[in-house]
């Protein structure tokens, strides 16, 4: 899968073109999965490959992610929809919990996306001419339905996922390292 998006840099102020004083930056979706099924307590990995398909470097690859569709874009959380319940304490709720040293690169240990003022928003840092990465988010499902997640580059659209979550939960257990895993073995009923 490769998508083109424009990525305008951030930081300062918009000019009246909507361009930030950085400039536009193409950048090519190379990856993108989600599971498209999940169930409530299973943890899966959200991927972004992208590469700067120009001839500068972006000074900030920029990613915003949100659930659409009013609950989605009202709510703060990245991952989640706001409760329209009135007088909550907290109405916004969880659809997915990202783990906490997430989201980072594909194959490092070290968190790697820097949130920035806007929550739904993570900065991965420069991205030189021809370079590709991959972003990886790590996410439980938590509140069953469907959804539709999508995800921007540099304030362009790029992509979603529709995933439907399920109540059935599998049989847990938390391991060692305090997260939850599959019980190897066992039976449902």
Request: some cysteine; glycine content about 14%; aromatic content about 6%.
């Amino acid at each position: 899968m490769a998508v083109a998006a424009s990525l305008v840099a951030c930081g300062g102020s918009s000019s009246g073109s909507g361009e930030a004083p950085g400039g536009s930056y193409p950048v090519e979706i190379t990856e993108a999965g989600f599971p498209r099924v999940q169930r409530l307590g299973q943890t899966s990995l959200l991927r972004l490959g992208m590469r700067n398909s120009g001839d500068e470097t972006i000074p900030a690859l920029i990613v915003t992610i949100g659930i659409e569709g009013r609950q989605g874009r009202d709510s703060s959380l990245p991952f989640g929809v706001r409760d329209p319940q009135p007088e909550l304490a907290s109405p916004d709720r969880p659809v997915w919990v990202l783990a906490e040293t997430y989201p980072r690169f594909a194959g490092s240990s070290q968190p790697g996306g820097a949130t920035t003022v806007n929550p739904k928003t993570f900065d991965f840092g420069p991205l030189g001419p021809g370079e590709a990465t991959e972003a990886v988010w790590k996410l439980s499902a938590v509140k069953a339905g469907r959804y539709k997640l999508r995800y921007e580059v540099g304030g362009e659209p790029a992509g979603s996922f529709t995933a439907r979550i399920t109540p059935a939960l599998p049989e847990t257990e938390v391991n060692d390292r305090g997260e939850v895993v599959k019980i190897r073995g066992s039976q449902r009923p």
